[in-house]
Every structure is written in structure tokens, then in C-alpha cells.
């Protein structure tokens, strides 16, 4: 499936993960996009470096930086566009073949993709502080200059 296909799609499946959470009307759009976005990274970032962990470390930070920033445009909290974006980039494939692996007693390949699991969830969660450490430091940088009337 060519990369344009798949952010195709993974536009209108993080509006549908985004539609579980009851996000507001308003926001869907942004979310969408970001999680859009994100998944083009990842794409074009896993095609270069072929490492998996890279990319999903990259997209997650992306998706994080940009749900920040989208978030004090939009007024809004930023987990609203930070956790639709995040949800293509779960290794689902790798957690499914995991317990498949466990359950079929084949130990070596469940250690495996549970090791890959696990390490992906890193990325992602490394993403995320790098994201949250962004906006510390702008907001510590930032002024903040109250006009009392």
C-alpha cells in the first residue's frame, strides 16, 4: 500500500479512535491531521532508517509537539490531539503475535515480539516526555505579563 493510501487512512481512523474518546466536534479535524501527519513521518522515517524504534520515537515526539501547540490554539487540553495520534503508531501486530506466540507455547517468539513490544511502547512513551518537556521549557521562557484593570 503506497504511504499517501495509508495516511489516507489513518486520517479517518484516528478520527474514529477520536469519535471513542468524545472529542468535541471542533477538534476532530486537528486531531485527524496530526495523527495523519504523524503516521507520514513514521512512514517516510521508517522507509530511510529502517529501524522501527527511530521512527516511532520521531513520530510520537511530532504527535506530541504538535497536540501541544494545537492545544493552546485551540484552547483545549492536549491529550485530546496528543492520544488520537498516538493510537496508529501501538504496536497492535506485535502485541497480538505476542500472546499468539505465548499461547501456542512457542516461548522464543513470544519473548521476541514482546521485547519489540515493548521497546515501541518506549519510543512512544520517550516521545511523548520530549513533547511535555518542550512545552515546560517554552512555558518557563515565556513571560507571563498580567494586565489587571
Same mark, same amino acid.
Given at each position: ?12 481512523? *484516528? ?9 468535541k466536534r471542533q477538534n476532530l479535524i486537528f486531531a485527524a491531521i496530526i495523527g495523519a501527519i504523524g503516521w507520514l513521518i513514521y512512514s517516510i522515517v521508517l522507509i530511510q532508517t ?66 519489540? *513490544? ?32
Amino acid at each position: 500500500m503506497s504511504i499517501m493510501i495509508s495516511t489516507i487512512s489513518i486520517f479517518f481512523c *484516528t478520527i474514529a479512535s477520536a469519535l471513542l474518546f468524545n472529542i468535541k466536534r471542533q477538534n476532530l479535524i486537528f486531531a485527524a491531521i496530526i495523527g495523519a501527519i504523524g503516521w507520514l513521518i513514521y512512514s517516510i522515517v521508517l522507509i530511510q532508517t529502517a529501524n522501527i524504534y527511530v521512527a516511532t520515537f520521531i513520530a510520537a515526539s511530532f504527535v506530541g509537539i504538535a497536540g501541544e501547540i494545537v492545544a493552546r490554539y485551540k484552547k483545549s487540553p492536549a491529550t485530546v490531539f496528543i492520544l488520537p495520534g498516538i493510537i496508529p503508531l501501538v504496536p497492535g501486530a506485535f502485541i497480538y503475535n505476542s500472546m499468539l506466540s505465548l499461547a501456542k507455547g512457542n516461548y522464543n517468539n513470544a519473548v521476541d515480539f514482546g521485547t519489540k *513490544t515493548m521497546f515501541i511502547a518506549l519510543s512512544i512513551s520517550c516521545g511523548i516526555i520530549i513533547a511535555l518537556t518542550f512545552r515546560n521549557i517554552l512555558v518557563k521562557i515565556k513571560p507571563r505579563f498580567e494586565v489587571t484593570p
